[in-house]
């Protein structure tokens, strides 16, 4: 089944506590992406992914990393959590990240820093 | 910029009933991807119905159809026939044909009573 998985799906951690949460595709997409969803101001593009090795920043990349090393992984890494990172994430991916193409999205991931 | 505003926070109706949201968008080019996407409690994002700016007819998708009016720039989605499954939270998204991410407007939660 053509899906895009993520993992942990919930997570509890305090502040500064490094995390990465984890995104993988099987459909052999060629573009991914980072959002996260805060009530009252929709989805944001944290960072995305044109392809392996080619990552650039979307609206709100500050406090977050990624990597893009194999072409179905693409992790997002919190190195220093902060509270007002309490979110819920979505990976996405398309086949090469073009308008028209369906983006396909994760199930989201929770996260509550304390 | 893109931005999309979606200016109804809430909206409940009776199951049966047609309800429509609305939508609009602010941008400088001529060529551009609309979508509605819904978010059920499970928080899955599930793409409902995509529009192409250049296409003059208004898409539909079974029961979901939109209401397409580029030179207001507006993008409203009508549910004909509501069923209790379609109580979610609906974004409308918007996105460049250059553009490497999807532009979210705040959500419009839809409750359907039974």
């Known amino acids: 089944e053509a899906q895009v998985t993520q993992n942990p799906r919930y997570l509890i951690t305090v502040t500064g506590k490094k995390l990465t949460v984890t995104c993988s595709q099987n459909?052999?997409?060629?573009?991914m992406s980072w959002y996260r969803q805060d009530p009252g101001l929709g989805l944001r593009q944290i960072y995305y992914?044109?392809?392996?090795?080619?990552?650039d920043k979307g609206d709100v990349p500050e406090g977050y990393k990624v990597s893009r090393k194999e072409k179905r992984n693409f992790p997002l890494i919190l190195e220093s959590p902060s509270p007002n990172q309490t979110s819920l994430y979505f990976c996405?991916?398309?086949?090469?990240?073009?308008?028209?193409?369906?983006?396909?999205f994760g199930p989201g991931t929770r996260l509550l820093v304390l | 910029a893109q931005t999309v505003t979606q200016s109804q926070p809430e909206m409940s109706v009776q199951e049966a009933e047609t309800v429509t949201l609305s939508c609009t968008y602010d941008t400088s080019e001529n060529n551009y991807y609309l979508f509605w996407y819904k978010q059920p409690p499970s928080r899955q994002m599930i793409l409902v119905i995509r529009?192409?700016?250049?296409?003059?007819q208004n898409a539909t998708e079974n029961r979901f159809s939109v209401n397409f009016q580029k030179a207001a720039k507006s993008f409203s989605l009508k549910i004909s026939d509501s069923q209790l499954g379609d109580t979610a939270m609906y974004f409308c998204a918007f996105k460049g044909k250059g553009a490497q991410k999807l532009v979210f407007g705040q959500g419009t939660r839809l409750t359907i009573n039974p």
């Open positions: 529009q192409e700016a250049y296409k003059q």
């Open positions: 459909m052999n997409h060629e573009y």
């Open positions: 996405a991916s398309s086949l090469t990240g073009q308008a028209q193409e369906t983006q396909y």
């Open positions: 992914s044109m392809n392996v090795e080619v990552t």
